[in-house]
């Protein structure tokens, strides 16, 4: 089991969001809520590398995101995206400097949620605003976790891993809000669920 404070260290500013970095494939990538993206890429498999590409993306948390990235999936209605690098042919240095900052990172490793249903919990861990790991219970419904009984209000962190006890990522924060006493919300994205199925067949033949 990793350290509870070294889950941090695979953390990552996305724009106004985070993100958190994880390896697939013998890539590495950055996993966020689609809707921390400054605008979602032309609905294209051709579109030219630059126009998938944001120039001043991912950072550390706490300084400002200057690293540019591609989006490699983003599926709007589930609120996931994965960012991988920008093309190293076309934009060779934007591609090198992303690749210095995840492989500054630790990846987390992915896998699925341990419960039956929505109202089956399993004890998660959240990440507050100011850095710090706090309890909360989730339920999947196949397509969605939702999240109750947080030990805090969840106020934003939109992107941030949600991590079981074991230091596995198995979602997405996505929802949050400003009011005391919100505790329990959803649907937030389920990794194994929604994320693109070149990924989790690497998961899978591990």
């Given at each position: 089991?990793?350290?509870?404070?070294?889950?941090?260290?695979?953390?990552?500013?996305?724009?106004q969001?985070?993100?958190?970095?994880?390896?697939?494939?013998?890539?590495?990538?950055?996993?966020t809520?689609?809707?921390?993206?400054?605008?979602?890429?032309?609905?294209?498999?051709?579109?030219?590398?630059?126009?998938?590409?944001?120039?001043?993306l991912?950072?550390?948390?706490?300084d400002?995101?200057?690293?540019?990235?591609?989006?490699v999936?983003?599926?709007?209605?589930?609120?996931?995206a994965?960012?991988?690098?920008?093309d190293?042919?076309?934009?060779?240095?934007?591609?090198r400097?992303y690749?210095?900052l995840?492989?500054?990172?630790?990846?987390?490793?992915?896998?699925p949620?341990?419960c039956?249903g929505?109202?089956?919990?399993?004890r998660?861990?959240?990440?507050?605003?100011?850095?710090?790991?706090?309890?909360?219970n989730?339920?999947?419904q196949?397509?969605?976790l939702w999240i109750?009984?947080a030990?805090?209000?969840i106020?934003?962190?939109s992107?941030?891993?949600i991590?079981t006890?074991?230091?596995i990522?198995?979602?997405?924060?996505?929802?949050?809000?400003?009011?005391?006493?919100?505790?329990?919300?959803?649907?937030?994205?389920?990794?194994?669920?929604?994320?693109?199925?070149?990924?989790?067949?690497?998961?899978?033949?591990?």
């Open positions: 089991m990793r350290r509870i404070d070294g889950w941090l260290r695979g953390v990552l500013a996305v724009a969001g985070r993100g958190f970095v994880v390896a697939a494939g013998g890539e590495r990538f950055v996993v809520a689609a809707h921390c993206l400054p605008a979602l890429p032309p609905c294209a498999s051709f579109s030219p590398p630059a126009e998938k590409t944001y120039p001043e991912l950072g550390w948390p706490g400002k995101p200057v690293v540019p990235a591609a989006c999936f983003a599926d709007p209605i589930g609120d996931l994965v960012l991988g690098p920008p190293p042919t076309h934009l060779p240095e934007q591609s400097a690749r210095d995840v492989q500054a990172a630790d990846p987390l490793p992915v896998g949620v341990a039956g929505q109202h089956t919990a399993t998660v861990f959240l990440l507050s605003l100011d850095g710090r790991w706090f309890p909360a989730v339920g999947s196949g397509r969605g109750t009984n030990a805090e209000p106020r934003g962190g992107g941030s891993p991590i006890p074991a230091g990522a198995v979602g997405v924060l996505c929802m949050a809000s400003s009011a005391e006493n919100y505790t329990s919300g959803g649907p937030n994205p389920e990794l194994i669920a929604h994320l693109p199925g070149w990924m989790v067949r690497a998961y899978s033949s591990k």
